[in-house]
């Protein structure tokens, strides 16, 4: 509806789109999720920019659906400007990036530390 409405590099249809991604994520198809939010990042980086909120959660969720297929190195690049973004362009303080950058790891490589832990029980 919101692409009909609004139009489809609209930032309510790109957030729109990320987040039914993020359920086809957690749904276990992360190619279907992977496809959709290729196109949003693209998307809101042309239009909106790199610092823009819709681009940088797009490319959050698109980093833990890299984690999800096993694509450390793919997450782990993706992520890192996220961070680095929300710290210059929103003036967090030191503490509310660390914590979030550690808590977006985190989640990032919660697949692999649960198989390691697996491998020691």
């Given at each position: 509806?919101?692409?009909?409405?609004?139009?489809p590099?609209?930032?309510v249809?790109?957030?729109?789109i990320?987040n039914?991604a993020s359920?086809?994520?957690?749904?276990g198809?992360?190619?279907e999720?992977e496809?959709m939010l290729l196109q949003?990042?693209?998307?809101?980086?042309?239009v909106l920019?790199s610092e823009?909120?819709?681009?940088l959660?797009s490319m959050?969720?698109?980093a833990?659906t890299?984690?999800?297929?096993g694509?450390?190195?793919?997450?782990?690049?993706?992520?890192?400007p996220?961070?680095?973004?929300?710290?210059t362009?929103?003036a967090?303080t030191?503490?509310q990036?660390?914590?979030?950058?550690?808590?977006?790891?985190?989640m990032?490589?919660?697949?692999?530390?649960w198989e390691?832990i697996?491998k020691?029980?």
């Open positions: 509806m919101s692409k009909a409405a609004l139009g590099e609209h930032p249809t790109l957030t729109n990320a039914l359920i086809t994520r957690k749904q198809q992360s190619e999720a496809r949003v990042v693209e998307t809101s980086r042309a920019g823009q909120f819709v681009t959660t959050h969720i698109l833990l890299f984690s999800d297929q694509r450390w190195k793919e997450a782990e690049e993706l992520e890192l996220v961070t680095t973004i929300l710290d362009i929103l967090w030191r503490e990036t660390l914590t979030r950058s550690v808590v977006n790891m985190a990032l490589f919660r697949p692999r530390l390691a697996k020691f029980s």
